[in-house]
């Protein structure tokens, strides 16, 4: 079992910056790909990019390159996901999610046995 729990979601005016946290704990984590997704209202989840924890290697949906950064901290069990120039249309609940890492870079959901609760991200006009 992974246990994953998110933190670090809020209100922020169109242009800002968040950064989501999502502390993992369980299973070793270099076996696992860590993954952040989102699920506006309304709409599928989406997957926006993962990191495998073993060596950090990172991938991105192309929506989000350039704006989203995925970074991990070993010491604190943490994986990161860091939201630049936000805009309203990525107002969603965002989630991470663990799956095994030789799925990498694994962007379907059902990819993904373990999930965090969720975490509430609102971007103003």
Not at 6 to 19: D, H, K, M, P, T
Not at 26 to 50: C, H, V
Not at 90 to 113: K, Q
Request: hydrophobic share 35%.
């Amino acid at each position: 079992q992974v246990q994953l729990v998110e933190s670090g979601g809020g209100l922020v005016q169109a242009g800002g910056s968040l950064r989501l946290s999502c502390a993992a704990s369980g299973r070793t984590l270099s076996d696992y790909a860590m993954g952040w997704f989102r699920q506006a209202p309304g709409k599928e989840r989406e997957f926006i990019g993962t990191l495998r924890w073993r060596d950090g290697t990172t991938y991105y949906t192309d929506s989000v390159k350039g704006r989203f950064t995925i970074s991990r901290d070993n010491a604190k069990n943490t994986v990161y996901l860091q939201m630049n120039n936000l805009k309203p249309a990525d107002t969603a609940v965002y989630y991470c999610a663990a799956a095994l890492a030789i799925l990498f870079p694994a962007p379907e959901r059902n990819r993904y046995p373990y999930w965090g609760q969720g975490t509430q991200v609102t971007v103003s006009s």
